[in-house]
């Protein structure tokens, strides 16, 4: 199995991180392949809205650090996306990772059965927050999820905590780090 972890947080080996290494270190106990990038690392422009990936490509037609990623993921079984909330989102890194995803879409995406241009995959999508209250932002997973979907994700999983982050507590706890490493057996296992 291959596995790709993106990481959006520019705070490198912090809480979404940390969970996120968890989740890689299991798989790859598991005998899958792990890449693993670090977003903030990379130079990278967002989506640009020109459709050359619906009219002339089957790619996305910017050539930059983030068309490595890309290829990555159009090979990966499991991808795994892991972001803190920032001002009630993803972070800006992640956030511009998802909208160049727009290129995996076939131009006739909205009503085509088949939308993408990527095969079936699994997702784990890892979220840490500093507020406490699970009410809060609880938005941001469904709202990504159908964009997902319809690149061909099948089975996206959450795993969420709330109430750390650099304003409050800044360490996962280690029921957290255990349930990501629980997921990481059951789907890549």
Not at 147 to 166: A, D, V, Y
């Amino acid at each position: 199995m291959n596995v790709v972890a993106l990481l959006g947080s520019p705070r490198p080996g912090k809480n979404s991180a940390t969970i996120a290494r968890h989740f890689v270190d299991a798989a790859a106990q598991r005998g899958a392949v792990v890449r693993t990038f670090e977003l903030n690392r990379l130079n990278y422009r967002g989506c640009q809205g020109c459709y050359a990936c619906k009219q002339t490509l089957d790619r996305c037609v910017l050539q930059d650090d983030l068309t490595e990623v890309l290829a990555a993921v159009q090979s990966a079984d499991l991808v795994l996306l892991a972001s803190p909330v920032y001002y009630g989102d993803v972070t800006a890194q992640l956030k511009g990772f998802i909208d160049r995803t727009f290129s995996y879409l076939v131009p006739d995406y909205p009503t085509n059965p088949q939308p993408s241009r990527l095969g079936p995959k699994k997702l784990v999508f890892v979220l840490t927050q500093g507020h406490p209250d699970e009410a809060l932002f609880a938005d941001i997973f469904p709202r990504y999820e159908t964009f997902l979907k319809w690149m061909g994700f099948t089975e996206c999983r959450l795993l969420r905590i709330c109430g750390i982050g650099p304003a409050r507590v800044d360490e996962v706890p280690e029921a957290t780090l255990r349930e990501a490493e629980a997921l990481a057996r059951e789907m890549a296992g």
